[in-house]
């Protein structure tokens, strides 16, 4: 490719609203231009890094034995009403209406269409086990699209369903996949982490991420640097203490904390450690009738170490509070506690509630927890003695730096990450709801086990640029990098020599099947190097009337801060070694 025939359009300033550092390389690379919140164009130079991508995927999904179809973006909603996630997947699921006044949706991902084609297609178990996967648009209306397509409403993704007779079959198709993941990620030459993980609302039970590791990723993932332990941070278990629980060496005081509502300032006041004190969140159920009206609630009390922070997750697994929660209304609060949140505790309680103890807080001993009553705290506080058993003894908070880990084999790091892939075992959730069925070999029918399998298409490339760049620019892995080489020749359009040299280079290099391109703008050379150094090329040849006289020219990886002499006739035999060709 020749630039002149190419859209090269850099520009020097990043938009205001670009917060992380993929946002604005991309758009200062005019690799995406937003047409509008969360909505971008992929430019030619950015359509390119994300066409390498697809290959890299397609080529190793059709290895895993993966069959690729496309499914309509548009969907009829009758599909959705039938797994209730019409209702459920709430405002992110864009709806809209034909002239007929006919529900449809904008998909966000295909289980439901997919699983319309096995009901229809399977009928006998001598067709499975199967995997169909396509490479399409999706739009999910986010709250709050932010940082460029890290997390935009319309994006790309791949997205792949299994089909097997038995869960036992289905586990086979999902290490398959896991493994199929592990090469494509080994490939885009990123550093990643297939964590354990929750599976959310898709649902199902086995369930990985891959996490390219990247500072300001968004998910924290969890790991052990002396075991293959890893996960993310709504799965990682905090372990039971082995610890018996001291026997109380306090009294039961009611302490004056005038103005102290947090953890941290009743700590610093009474000058012990956060992890002595006792926080109290207030959560509540809602009772609904055949109807689905409220007809009454239940209000939780939730206890945690003062310095660790609830894990929602969790928490959204515990028998009662697996239907669904909420935060107490301050009302609510109020008629049970008869105090305002910041003073909250398990004593002196004006209604019962159920009370739910993380594991650390069932040990402590003397701890401090809020007296529900506004400027004053409980001090020497202790089971048993002071309040009874916890009636349910639970893990619900976020591991935490040092804690040990879940396999035993040493103690847990936190890093951070950004997702870019997920496998699920999804188990028959959506085949018993629309029905989904084959025959076994008994002629009887059976529900199909399903998994499914995502890669984030577009968002990649942006996870590539926040794990691989610096204040020059974009740095690109060479299997997703626009272009591996570029020939920068200096004052081509006033040199024959110049325009000789790097047009046979450029010839040798596409002969020899480079992805070269051939910077024939006639730019200056500070501004034709910094556009390639902004854009991330990795290889670079510099081609000069000075160089040529010495016979030389000169070569710069990306990552290199000075340029290297190489002879000029063996410039192409230079560069295919580097390429490793």
Same mark, same amino acid.
């Given at each position: 490719m020749k630039a002149s025939r190419f859209f090269v359009s850099t520009l020097k300033e990043a938009p205001a609203d670009a917060e992380v550092a993929s946002h604005r390389l991309m758009t200062r690379a005019g690799m995406i231009k937003k047409l509008g919140t969360g909505i971008y164009t992929y430019m030619p130079m950015g359509l390119r890094v994300i066409r390498k991508v697809e290959a890299i995927v397609r080529e190793e999904m059709d290895r895993a034995g993966a069959v690729e179809l496309t499914m309509p973006v548009v969907q009829p909603a009758e599909l959705w009403q039938e797994t209730g996630r019409f209702e459920k997947m709430g405002p992110e699921l864009l709806r809209i209406q034909d002239r007929h006044e006919r529900d449809f949706v904008i998909q966000p991902t295909s289980e439901e269409v997919v699983t319309d084609i096995a009901r229809q297609e399977f009928r006998s178990y001598k067709q499975l086990p199967k995997n169909f996967y396509q490479i399409q648009t999706k739009f999910r209306d986010e709250r709050r699209p932010r940082f460029g397509l890290m997390r935009g409403r319309e994006f790309i993704m791949k997205d792949a369903y299994s089909f097997d007779r038995n869960l036992e079959g289905a586990k086979a198709s999902y290490q398959n996949m896991a493994q199929a993941y592990r090469r494509i990620f080994d490939r885009?030459? &990123?550093?990643? #982490?297939? !964590?354990?993980? $929750?599976?959310?609302?898709?649902?199902?039970?086995?369930?990985?991420?891959?996490?390219?590791?990247?500072?300001?990723?968004?998910?924290?993932?969890?790991?052990?640097? $002396?075991?293959?332990?890893?996960? +993310?941070?709504?799965?990682?278990?905090?372990?039971?203490?082995?610890?018996? #629980?001291?026997?109380?060496?306090?009294? &039961?005081?009611?302490?004056?904390?005038?103005?102290?509502?947090?953890?941290?300032?009743?700590?610093?006041?009474?000058?012990?450690?956060?992890?002595?004190?006792?926080?109290?969140?207030? &959560?509540?159920?809602?009772?609904?009738?055949?109807?689905?009206?409220?007809?009454?609630?239940?209000?939780?009390?939730?206890?945690?170490?003062? $310095?660790? $922070?609830?894990?929602?997750?969790?928490?959204?697994?515990?028998?009662?509070?697996?239907?669904?929660?909420?935060?107490?209304?301050?009302?609510?609060?109020?008629?049970?506690?008869?105090?305002? %949140?910041?003073?909250?505790? %398990?004593?002196?309680?004006?209604?019962?509630?159920?009370? !739910?103890?993380? #594991?650390?807080?069932?040990?402590?001993?003397?701890?401090?927890?809020?007296? +529900?009553?506004?400027?004053?705290?409980?001090?020497? !506080?202790?089971?048993?003695?002071?309040? %009874?058993?916890?009636?349910?003894?639970?893990?619900? @908070? +976020?591991?935490?730096?040092?804690?040990?880990?879940?396999?035993?084999?040493?103690?847990?790091?936190?890093?951070?990450?950004?997702?870019?892939?997920?496998?699920?075992?999804?188990?028959?959730?959506?085949?018993?709801?629309?029905?989904?069925?084959? &025959?076994?070999?008994?002629?009887?029918?059976?529900?199909?086990?399903?998994?499914?399998?995502?890669?984030?298409?577009? @968002?990649?490339?942006?996870?590539?640029?926040e794990q691989n760049h610096d204040e020059r620019g974009i740095i690109w892995p060479e299997a997703i990098a626009p272009f591996v080489v570029v020939v920068c020749p200096i004052g081509m359009d006033r040199s024959a020599d110049v325009k000789t040299a790097a047009e046979a280079l450029y010839d040798q290099l596409k002969a020899a099947g480079v992805d070269v391109l051939l910077d024939d703008r006639g730019e200056r050379p500070g501004a034709m190097f910094a556009d390639w150094e902004l854009i991330g090329v990795p290889h670079r040849i510099v081609i000069s009337d000075r160089g040529l006289k010495e016979g030389q020219l000169e070569y710069q990886h990306r990552r290199d801060t000075e340029a290297t002499k190489v002879p000029a006739g063996a410039a192409a035999e230079f560069i295919l070694s580097r390429l490793g060709q």
């Open positions: 885009f030459g &990123l550093t990643y #982490r297939a !964590v354990a993980a $929750d599976s959310g609302a898709i649902g199902g039970d086995l369930s990985e991420e891959f996490q390219v590791i990247a500072a300001t990723g968004e998910d924290a993932i969890v790991y052990c640097a $002396d075991s293959d332990y890893a996960a +993310n941070m709504e799965k990682a278990e905090a372990l039971a203490p082995t610890a018996a #629980r001291p026997a109380p060496a306090k009294a &039961l005081e009611k302490t004056p904390t005038p103005g102290k509502s947090t953890c941290a300032d009743v700590a610093e006041l009474l000058g012990m450690p956060l992890s002595s004190t006792v926080k109290s969140l207030v &959560l509540a159920t809602d009772k609904l009738d055949a109807k689905g009206e409220i007809v009454g609630s239940q209000v939780w009390l939730l206890l945690l170490r003062g $310095d660790h $922070d609830m894990n929602e997750i969790k928490v959204s697994k515990l028998p009662g509070l697996d239907q669904g929660f909420r935060f107490a209304t301050t009302a609510e609060i109020d008629d049970h506690f008869g105090c305002k %949140p910041g003073y909250l505790g %398990p004593l002196n309680l004006k209604k019962p509630v159920k009370l !739910v103890a993380d #594991r650390e807080v069932a040990v402590m001993a003397d701890w401090t927890t809020g007296a +529900n009553e506004v400027d004053f705290h409980m001090t020497g !506080v202790n089971w048993s003695r002071d309040l %009874p058993e916890p009636e349910l003894v639970a893990d619900i @908070r +976020n591991v935490v730096a040092g804690d040990l880990s879940p396999d035993g084999k040493g103690t847990l790091a936190i890093e951070r990450g950004i997702e870019v892939g997920h496998v699920f075992v999804l188990g028959t959730k959506y085949s018993k709801d629309m029905n989904a069925t084959f &025959l076994d070999e008994g002629g009887k029918p059976q529900f199909l086990e399903m998994g499914c399998y995502g890669i984030g298409i577009t @968002r990649l490339p942006a996870a590539a640029i």
